[in-house]
């Protein structure tokens, strides 16, 4: 659904530390009065200070990349996971709403259960599996509680810098002979910046409600993880492609946590409002990887 778009004069980036953060600065069309405050310079659980920024800003649209995003430990710290995955959501979509800011929010596929195997529509029906996914769904109905809001999920987001299942990956198969990896739980691997490129353009266009963005393509975690390897391998990581990949099932992996089986974005209505589809994860994997930089030996190295 798209509402009122137009030029964005000014905008603002919460969470700016952070992966997605950093790659909506990155991508800013040139000419916007951008200010981009990371969990330091502004923590979104104090709605106090939140309503002061933006009011004294006055931002067009307000990004928000600021997540709990712990997916097992919010099994062990559900106050912490909800106060800033819903609750400051909610303290940031009132803030909006009182100075005619756009919401821009970020959601998450772990919203869904994953047991039907089709993809999901935006409007189809929640059941959170875990703390995290709750949290978050009920972070997408605060932020929509503002005038114009846009919610957008999306799947296992990734880059160059940062803990994510990349790094992890070339981290492990480089200092380990084996890894084994879950071959049961399918989504689509997804670039923080081919993300934030969709948000930009969503935002321009007014879009508002729910929709769903990830790169094209689907993968268990076990295909995420040999591509890895093979793309390390075809930069000459010799260390990194002598590892072999191990499938296994999630019942051999237990997890505080328990993930979506089959979690796949339909983003067709997406692709159309914005008249373009995502590049395939595969090819975004190989872009990124070539951007990464291992550490002495070949052992890379999260921040």
């Given at each position: 659904m798209s509402g009122g778009g137009g030029p964005i004069a000014a905008a603002l980036v919460t969470g700016a530390g952070g992966q997605l953060g950093r790659a909506?600065?990155?991508?800013?069309?040139?000419?916007?009065?951008?200010?981009?405050?990371?969990?330091?310079?502004?923590?979104?659980?104090?709605?106090?200070?939140?309503?002061?920024?933006?009011?004294?800003?006055?931002?067009?649209?307000?990004?928000?990349?600021?997540?709990?995003?712990?997916?097992?430990?919010?099994?062990?710290?559900?106050?912490l996971a909800d106060a800033l995955n819903h609750r400051a959501v909610a303290g940031l979509a009132d803030a909006c709403t009182q100075t005619g800011a756009r919401l821009v929010h970020v959601s998450t596929d772990y919203v869904f259960d994953g047991i039907s195997g089709a993809p999901y529509e935006p409007d189809a029906r929640t059941n959170p599996l875990s703390v995290y996914g709750r949290t978050k769904r009920d972070g997408e109905a605060a932020a929509l509680a503002s005038p114009g809001a846009l919610v957008v999920r999306t799947a296992w987001v990734y880059a160059p810098g940062g803990r994510n299942f990349v790094a992890t990956m070339l981290r492990l198969m480089s200092t380990r002979p084996e890894v084994r990896v879950v071959d049961d739980q399918i989504g689509s691997p997804t670039t923080a910046e081919g993300l934030a490129g969709a948000l930009w353009a969503l935002a321009a266009?007014?879009?508002?409600?729910?929709?769903?963005?990830?790169?094209?393509?689907?993968?268990?975690?076990?295909?995420?993880?040999?591509?890895?390897?093979?793309?390390?391998?075809?930069?000459?990581?010799?260390?990194?492609?002598?590892?072999?990949?191990?499938?296994?099932?999630?019942?051999?992996?237990?997890?505080?946590?328990?993930?979506?089986?089959?979690?796949?974005?339909?983003?067709?209505r997406t692709w159309r409002e914005l008249g373009t589809t995502g590049e395939h994860w595969r090819d975004g994997l190989r872009r990124t990887i070539r951007r990464m930089t291992p550490g002495p030996g070949e052992v890379w190295r999260t921040e």
């Open positions: 909506l600065v990155a991508s800013a069309p040139a000419g916007i009065r951008l200010t981009a405050l990371g969990s330091t310079e502004l923590d979104i659980r104090d709605a106090a200070a939140v309503s002061e920024k933006l009011g004294r800003l006055r931002p067009d649209v307000v990004f928000n990349a600021a997540a709990y995003t712990a997916v097992d430990k919010a099994e062990s710290e559900p106050e266009r007014g879009a508002s409600g729910i929709h769903h963005w990830t790169d094209a393509g689907v993968a268990s975690w076990y295909d995420f993880a040999v591509a890895i390897r093979e793309e390390a391998e075809a930069l000459g990581f010799d260390r990194v492609a002598a590892a072999r990949v191990i499938p296994i099932r999630s019942s051999e992996f237990p997890t505080p946590a328990r993930r979506p089986g089959v979690a796949i974005l339909a983003k067709e």
